[in-house]
């Protein structure tokens, strides 16, 4: 049974492996938990396009020793042309399409992130970005071999990616989806990020770089613009925050779900279970998955649209009200209308005693399907996720979409610092609990942790149920007392993407460092 990787030196984990070495080159070089990232960030996004990609956002938690944790939110606003008119001039009026120019409507954050979270590093010993970015200019250059992860997508997604302009060129090979192990070049990528470690990560929205995407942008239908490259900037903010009996954890603001996945873990701590893997264990927590989906799709959204911030969500009174309704043995009826997204996570620390908690994403898989032919960058559809009738989540110019994105944070009452998160879209904050709970309130290997079978309640990755779906390695004692207190159990392969991606580290405070890494992706943990 594989066990967490251990060290005190620097640990990262990645679902690519390249991503992974390429981090820990960077903390092997002296460079910080911060720079790894960065370096891994730039890494996946060439080896790992299905999942995500330069043109997207990302959100970053960093913890320091002495300091608070610190939240980078590099989420990208709508297009000042992005109005519910704009769209029903062009025929939208439902809803926004998924697919293509129309769907890229957000400016992508995610570099801007990269940046503010680099200037934390002090000038004097931050290393070169030409240092930083060059594993992933060479994997661009060079070329990556397809993984079955990415050919297996590519194949599924096809029919509504082949037509959208830049798509086929750029991911396929002679018009048909690459095997696993096919060489993908992505010449024009890598000039472009060759750009970004010359002229700095700010030319990405000022100058040739923004001007190339602007203009193909409009041509294919975007309501983006260079104005709207200029003006985006990542925003230092204050993470979100909850104590529970193990410590206090930290997750990302609103326009994400970051508060989906620490209510659920708040709430599950008021049940009071004492043993992990039981009925109790998955039943509680898949109950309190619910009473916070419910508050989540009635009124989350961008921060200046909600009725009431999402960390008043969090008060102890709201919380104590929201457990009293969970019934320990009967499922509330289900199902919900699912939020769906697709990205990474990884997690990095340093000897220093930073630890970083990352996620970048374009949305669904391959995002808008747009790509530039120029710069290679493809672009993310998160706005397609916007709503065309009124509510929180309506669509206006400047306003940032709902995000499934959550990275997490938790620093514990014995010392330890942890960082944790997964892909997945729907399963995020489902993923983190099982992930959570099993370690820190069960005492479970950090590794066996992540590994263990997982749960599933609504859709995510295209899937139509809404049931309540378990990998086929559970205890079929536990599955049948799930059936019989009234969920809607599907089984689904065992090792299944739909349970996500899922990673951790865990910094002991004596120094130790603990990675983990999920065995369905493509990655690596690297504890040295």
Known sequence: MLHSALGFNGAITAPHRAAALAGRDILEAGG?????????????????????????????????????????????????????????????????????GMAALTAPGTISGWEMALALVPEARRLPLERLLGQAIAYAEDGIAVTGNQSVTTAEKLEGLRDVPGFAETFLFDGEVPAPG?????????????????????????????????????????PLRREDFAACRAREVTPLTVRTSHGTLYNMTAPTQGVTSLMILALFDRLGVTEGEGFDHLHGLI??????FLLRNAGLGDPDSMEEPAQAWLDDARLDALAARIDRETALPWPHEPKDGDTIWMGAADADGTVVSFIQSVFWEFGSGLVCPETGVFFQNRGAGFSLAPGPNQLAPGKRPFHTLNPALAQLGDGRVMAYGTMGGEGQPQTQSAVFSRHVQFGMDLQQAVT???????????????????????????????????????????????????????????GLLEAATDPRSDGAAVSY
């Open 287 to 292: 109950e309190a998955t619910k009473q916070a």
């Open 182 to 222: 096919h060489r993908l070049r992505q010449a024009a990528l890598a000039k472009t990020i060759s750009t970004l470690a010359r002229d700095g990560l700010r030319s990405f929205y000022e100058g040739p770089i923004a001007e190339a995407h602007a203009a193909w942008l409009e041509a294919n239908g975007s």
């Open 32 to 100: 910080t938990a911060i720079e790894a990232m960065v370096a891994a960030a730039a890494t996946i996004a060439v080896t790992y396009p299905h999942m995500n990609g330069i043109g997207g956002d990302g959100f970053w938690i960093i913890h320091r020793p002495g300091q608070a944790p610190v939240g980078i939110s590099a989420c990208g606003q709508a297009a000042a042309l992005a109005t519910p008119e704009w769209y029903a001039e062009r025929g939208h009026t439902a809803a926004i399409p998924a697919r293509g």
């Open 452 to 510: 263990a079978p997982r749960w599933l309640l609504g859709k995510t990755w295209g899937e139509a149920t809404t049931s309540l779906k378990l990998e086929g390695r559970f205890d079929p004692g536990v599955v049948e007392a799930l059936r019989n207190a009234g969920h809607d159990v599907e089984i689904i392969p065992p090792f299944s993407d739909m349970a996500g991606h899922a990673g951790a580290i865990v910094r002991h405070p004596d």
